[in-house]
């Protein structure tokens, strides 16, 4: 994922509100979201070059997501793919401070990034370029290809458009809307991560519209205060028009302690 945006325990009937924008190279081959014959617990969208993902949930409503952390000074070519971190949080059976303390031990081997984790009862995130991970409380958060929460332009805007977007529920359409923001930001406000600065620019924007690298998908998770999973994807042709759609609706096998 390139922005990944939560509410955790901000809405009322729904506890854990997650909107993600996955770009990358368009020759990248990808699968969209489904549930895995291999690991027939996860719902994600899979890497097809590196078996991975960048956002999945679990039937028993374990939820984690990826972005990599733009530095071209910290490449690391030879290191295994994150994608696989995502699969070792989502199948991992320990408490969210434990999950973040594995991630610490082996973030070294792989190039950068920031990994959240929910169990349903608490929200973490891993930063491995601090090497440092935390539970977070009740929020609204950002994240893209930086620190969770660093104020580039367009974690700043799709924030504000989130809090907004929350009140529609359980209608998504204002989610996705803020998804589809193209707007650039103005060149005194860019971040300066290394890249050209026509890179910064195409960057800068929640959706990105490039020839060869550009949001491939978009992805809305909501879970109720019931346990009730929503899970849409849209697909993205290069154009920007929609080139598939998928939605999956279960529940949660939640236990009285587990109940927000």
Same mark, same amino acid.
């Given at each position: 994922m390139?922005?990944?945006?939560?509410?955790?325990?901000?809405?009322p009937?729904?506890p *854990?509100?997650?909107?993600? %924008?996955?770009? #990358?190279?368009r020759?990248?081959? &990808?699968?969209?979201?489904?549930?895995?014959s291999?690991?027939?617990?996860?719902?994600?969208g899979?890497?097809?070059e590196?078996?991975g993902?960048? *956002?999945?949930?679990?039937?028993?409503?374990?939820?984690?997501?990826?972005t %990599?952390y733009?530095d071209?000074?910290?490449? +690391?070519p030879?290191a295994p793919?994150?994608?696989?971190?995502?699969?070792?949080?989502? #199948?991992?059976?320990?408490?969210?401070e434990? $999950?973040l303390?594995?991630l610490?031990?082996?973030?070294?081997?792989?190039? #950068?990034?920031?990994?959240?984790c929910s169990?349903? &009862?608490?929200?973490?995130?891993?930063e491995?370029?601090?090497?440092a991970?935390?539970t977070?409380g009740?929020?609204?958060?950002?994240?893209s290809?930086?620190l969770?929460?660093t104020p580039?332009? +367009?974690v700043?805007?799709? +924030?504000?458009?989130?809090?907004a977007a929350?009140?529609?529920?359980?209608?998504?359409?204002r989610?996705?809307?803020?998804?589809?923001?193209d707007q &650039?930001a103005?060149?005194e406000h860019?971040? $300066?991560t290394?890249?050209?600065? #026509?890179?910064?620019?195409l960057?800068?924007?929640?959706?990105?519209?490039?020839?060869d690298?550009?949001?491939?998908?978009?992805?809305v998770l909501?879970v109720?205060?019931?346990?009730?999973?929503?899970?849409?994807?849209?697909?993205?042709?290069?154009?920007?028009?929609?080139a598939?759609?998928v939605g999956?609706?279960?529940?949660?096998?939640?236990?009285?302690?587990q109940?927000p």
């Amino acid at each position: 994922m390139c922005l990944i945006l939560v509410a955790w325990r901000v809405h009322p009937d729904y506890p *854990l509100v997650l909107a993600a %924008n996955r770009d #990358e190279f368009r020759r990248r081959p &990808t699968a969209a979201a489904h549930w895995w014959s291999d690991r027939p617990q996860v719902l994600a969208g899979r890497d097809l070059e590196a078996g991975g993902t960048w *956002l999945g949930i679990t039937r028993a409503g374990q939820i984690a997501a990826l972005t %990599n952390y733009r530095d071209p000074t910290r490449v +690391k070519p030879n290191a295994p793919s994150r994608g696989g971190l995502v699969l070792q949080m989502l #199948e991992a059976n320990v408490p969210i401070e434990e $999950r973040l303390a594995q991630l610490r031990g082996v973030s070294a081997r792989y190039a #950068e990034f920031s990994l959240l984790c929910s169990d349903g &009862t608490q929200l973490g995130v891993y930063e491995s370029v601090p090497g440092a991970g935390r539970t977070l409380g009740p929020g609204i958060y950002g994240l893209s290809n930086d620190l969770l929460d660093t104020p580039w332009p +367009k974690v700043q805007r799709a +924030k504000s458009q989130l809090a907004a977007a929350l009140a529609a529920l359980p209608d998504q359409a204002r989610l996705l809307e803020l998804l589809r923001d193209d707007q &650039t930001a103005a060149d005194e406000h860019l971040p $300066r991560t290394g890249v050209s600065l #026509e890179w910064e620019r195409l960057l800068s924007s929640a959706f990105i519209r490039g020839a060869d690298y550009g949001t491939l998908s978009s992805s809305v998770l909501c879970v109720d205060a019931h346990g009730g999973v929503e899970f849409n994807e849209w697909t993205w042709a290069a154009d920007g028009a929609c080139a598939g759609t998928v939605g999956y609706r279960f529940q949660i096998p939640c236990t009285p302690s587990q109940r927000p």
